[in-house]
């Protein structure tokens, strides 16, 4: 149920950003998401994999939300997120997904920056 209304908080980026979430299913003891199906391409050669993985992060930020499982900071390789069919990531599992206000220094897009491997440069580059 919660994560159903991440999803509709959401609405704007889905099917882009996140998956399309058509509805929620409720049944005896059990509940079902149902959301578009990410097939996981591989990332676009015309994009920076990095540079992309963080704009995603980011517009969710700009919506209000924190994905909050996205970086772990013992790995190098963000996770909860897939490639769709042009080759662009797309945050899945929304789970842990809280009310945001981001500001200058935010400390999930720092995280990710530091995973990513991204100068400041790049950021202020993917930040537009
Ligand atoms: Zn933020």
Partial sequence: MAE???YL?????????????????????TACLVTSLVPNHAPSRKLSKAGAIYAVLRKMHQAGWAHNDVVDDGSRSPRNLLWNSEGRPVLIDLVTATRHTCNQGCSELMRLQKALGLTNHDVTIWAR
Avoid at 22 to 27: A, I, Q, W
């Fill in 4 to 6: 159903f209304r991440r």
């Fill in 9 to 29: 908080a959401l609405q704007k980026l889905m099917g882009d950003d996140i998956p399309r979430c058509y509805g929620l299913c409720v049944g005896w003891n």
